[in-house]
């Protein structure tokens, strides 16, 4: 049997995973689990970058990530959900790290450009936040990871991981850390737009939960805006611009029905509510499963750290093989 690939991904635990996580993500670990030895990590240490004084927060959210990823799916019996901040081998790692690369070269990442200024840090951008994505190179590299599935906006973070691993390899003489691949979201799915357009954001409160109940779901569906070109209802309709014929699209399982709705809506005559209520169903039946196993996961605690405790101790060995080996490359060996 040839060894698996390796998969390494994360997510920062500050907030309740919603649909598009789902589509743009957790799905995508669901199926690719079987296929690769996975790690997940709960990156706590990174979110604390914008976080660090409501720690707090960041620190309950760890245990609602576990219950959000069980409850689609990811099964803990073969992907190892771990907690950053518990291996500390990562941030020794990233230490060393911190020589390959340029403090210009880590002001250029767009990405952290674009969060510095949403952020609008009022004090100057503080050092471990523009720095986070150093520590980010040492969670992928730690793990020795073939691949790792992130959304665009990670790009330059795999990129720069790309060029630290081989730096590294070629400075040291080795081919020790692995070139790590990124799998970005194949579906234009994955654009699943807020339920009033704008990006999905816990700020915006726009987003349907993985764990909203029935009520939850039919508040905010019946929310949606429709088309705001329709007079009423007999007219014929443009379901391009109704975002609820977007959501049925990804989610109905009879497109084939939907596709006579949409027809229907074109040539006038169907109500904006009727194609709500069906969204409100295919939602519904969608999360109730998911939710039921959310609520079974989240009443049992020990359950929950049992999960992170052995994730968190596999994770820790790998770190700590592979920063024992960074060190010999180094000569950073002293047999006291
Ligand atoms: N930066 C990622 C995010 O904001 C989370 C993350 C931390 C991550 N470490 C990672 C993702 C390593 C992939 C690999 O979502």
């Avoid at 690939?5 to 996580?21: I, V, W, Y």
């Avoid at 060393?96 to 690369?101: A, D, E, Q, R, T």
């Avoid at 929950?304 to 000569?331: C, H, N, P, Q, Y």
Wanted: aromatic share 8%; proline share 5%.
């Amino acid at each position: 049997m040839t060894k698996k690939k390796r998969l390494l991904t994360g997510d920062r635990p500050t907030g309740a995973l919603h649909l598009g996580h789902f589509v743009g993500s957790l799905q995508n670990r669901v199926r690719l689990q079987y296929e690769y030895d996975t790690f997940i990590m709960i990156a706590d240490a990174q979110a604390i970058t914008d976080n660090y004084d409501n720690v707090g927060r960041i620190a309950a959210h760890v245990y609602e990530l576990v219950c959000d990823y069980v409850s689609v799916g990811i099964d803990p019996a073969v992907s190892h959900i771990f907690i950053q901040s518990m291996i500390p081998e990562l941030f020794e790692m990233t230490a060393y790290f911190m020589n390959l690369v340029t403090i210009q070269r880590i002001g250029h990442n767009p990405t952290v450009k674009l969060e510095t200024k949403q952020k609008g840090f009022r004090e100057g951008v503080p050092a471990g936040f523009y720095l986070y994505p150093m520590f980010q190179v040492s969670d992928i590299l730690a793990f020795k990871a073939d691949v790792v599935p992130v959304g665009y906006d990670q790009a330059p973070m795999v990129e720069l991981t790309r060029d630290v691993a081989k730096k590294f390899n070629a400075t040291y003489k080795t081919e020790l850390l692995v070139i790590p691949e990124a799998i970005f979201p194949v579906s234009l799915q994955t654009n699943l737009l807020g339920l009033d357009r704008n990006k999905m954001s816990k700020s915006l409160n726009n987003a349907i939960y993985l764990k909203d109940t029935r009520d939850e779901i039919v508040q905010k569906v019946r929310k949606m805006p429709s088309d705001p070109d329709r007079v009423d209802y007999h007219a014929p309709g443009s379901p391009e611009k109704v975002l609820v014929f977007d959501y049925l699209r990804i989610f109905d399982p009879d497109q084939e029905g939907l596709d006579a709705l949409v027809d229907q809506y074109r040539k006038g005559g169907v109500m904006d509510k009727t194609v709500k209520e069906r969204l409100i169903e295919v939602l519904d039946a969608l999360l109730v499963p998911i939710r039921e196993k959310r609520a079974s996961v989240a009443e049992d605690r020990k359950r929950v750290e049992s999960i992170l405790r052995e994730g968190t101790k596999a994770a820790r060995e790998v770190a700590g093989d592979t920063l024992a080996e960074i060190k010999e490359v180094m000569g950073l060996v002293f047999p006291l």
